[in-house]
């Protein structure tokens, strides 16, 4: 069903399943990934632009905001790649997720600037831990 190595799906599995095998931690980490990858997006866009890439303007609501080729951009396709590597159909909604935080993160980062979104940042982890 897998592949061999660093991509094998049945050992990512059995691992997982052998670490996480309360059905209420499996619903935590289900829940909780996605704002922890977030915020790591959110403060990977204020890195410098890689490989001088042109920048895509956007606007939505009013707002302009620039979705940046950087480390942040560079974060999401590495791990987009490897969940469709892992599971074809599972991982394509795994990368859309991923791509969906890129993009929400630059809209929130833009909207914020630099000095709000690391408070932002700070903040938001903590809230997770008290309520889990």
Known sequence: MGKYGLI???KHFAFYG???????????????VWPIFFTA???LYFTPPLFNLPR???????DDVALLFNLGFFLVLI????????????GSL???LCAF???????VASWLGFSL???????FPFLFWCYS
Not at 18 to 32: D, E, G, P, R, V
Not at 101 to 107: D, K, M, T
Request: glycine fraction near 2%; hydrophobic fraction near 60%.
């Open 79 to 90: 791990y987009a790649i490897f969940y469709i590597c892992l599971d074809p159909k599972a």
């Open 101 to 107: 935080c890129w993009v929400a993160s630059c809209f």
């Open 18 to 32: 052998a670490y996480h095998n309360n059905s209420i931690n499996i619903l935590i980490h289900m829940i909780f």
């Open 94 to 96: 795994a990368a859309l």
């Open 56 to 62: 895509v303007e956007l606007s939505l609501f009013g």
């Open 8 to 10: 094998d799906l049945e």
């Open 41 to 43: 997006c959110l403060i």
């Open 117 to 123: 979104a690391w408070k932002v940042i700070f903040l």
